[in-house]
């Protein structure tokens, strides 16, 4: 019998959720549903919500997508930045890293959603690694991406999805990010798959789940 653990925020504060992204979508796709569930089961949740490379058209779409994502939340603080796009290891990295620094002032979060460090696109990549150098004392999910590299790995921490909450999370991606479908893999049935996969390997009630690469987790 697998040992099934539930987040359990410090006692007399809700539960604070910190959503990294390198680009709009990314959270979306690598940990929407878990976000959606989440917040249906902590609706005192705060939430920080910071997307690194935007411009203007991607950034109206992160920020949209972030309200109906984070609908639910007793409270949100959504962060847009402007990086150059698939340039993170080259340009700007002290003040990325600044930047990064920056998302711990004034919120300590509960569980952390970020980019896995082995992720084969280098924003992802520096993303992950600059999670792991600024919060060293946090629950930290690295999410997945399906892309062309295919660089999808074994995961060990699954977030069981109903098949509402899959479905709602597919329906906001496609909804919130019409600049990215002319991409052939930015399809319905890619994300619906994925979300599939993990639920057989998960055992997931109703055949739907999200995973998570966890490399430290204290019990």
């Known amino acids: 019998m697998i040992l099934?653990?539930?987040?359990?925020?410090?006692?007399?504060?809700?539960?604070?959720?910190?959503?990294?992204?390198?680009?709009?979508?990314?959270?979306?796709?690598?940990?929407?549903?878990?976000?959606?569930?989440?917040?249906q089961e902590h609706p005192d949740a705060e939430v920080r919500y910071a997307v690194f490379s935007a411009d203007p058209v991607r950034a109206a779409e992160a920020r949209a997508a972030a309200a109906e994502l984070t609908q639910g939340a007793a409270r949100v603080t959504v962060d847009v930045f402007s990086f150059r796009d698939s340039f993170f290891p080259w340009t700007e990295t002290e003040q990325l890293k600044e930047t990064f620094a920056g998302l711990r002032q004034g919120f300590e979060p509960d569980?952390?959603?970020?980019?896995?460090?082995?992720?084969?696109?280098?924003?992802?990549?520096?993303?992950?690694?600059?999670?792991?150098?600024?919060?060293?004392?946090?629950?930290?999910?690295?999410?997945?991406?399906?892309?062309?590299?295919?660089?999808?790995?074994?995961?060990?921490?699954?977030v069981p999805l109903t098949e509402v909450q899959a479905r709602r999370k597919v329906e906001l991606v496609l909804r919130h990010f019409p600049s990215q479908t002319s991409k052939p893999w930015f399809r319905g049935a890619t994300f619906e798959a994925l979300m599939r996969l993990r639920g057989v390997e998960s055992n997931a009630a109703e055949g739907w789940a999200e995973a998570f690469h966890a490399r430290k987790l204290l019990l």
């Open 111 to 158: 569980i952390i959603f970020t980019h896995r460090r082995e992720d084969l696109h280098q924003d992802h990549a520096l993303l992950g690694q600059l999670t792991w150098t600024t919060f060293r004392n946090h629950l930290v999910l690295e999410y997945e991406i399906p892309k062309y590299e295919g660089d999808l790995g074994g995961c060990n921490v699954f």
């Open 4 to 39: 099934r653990l539930a987040p359990q925020p410090p006692e007399g504060r809700p539960l604070r959720l910190l959503l990294v992204g390198a680009h709009a979508d990314d959270i979306e796709i690598g940990c929407g549903g878990a976000v959606i569930r989440l917040l």
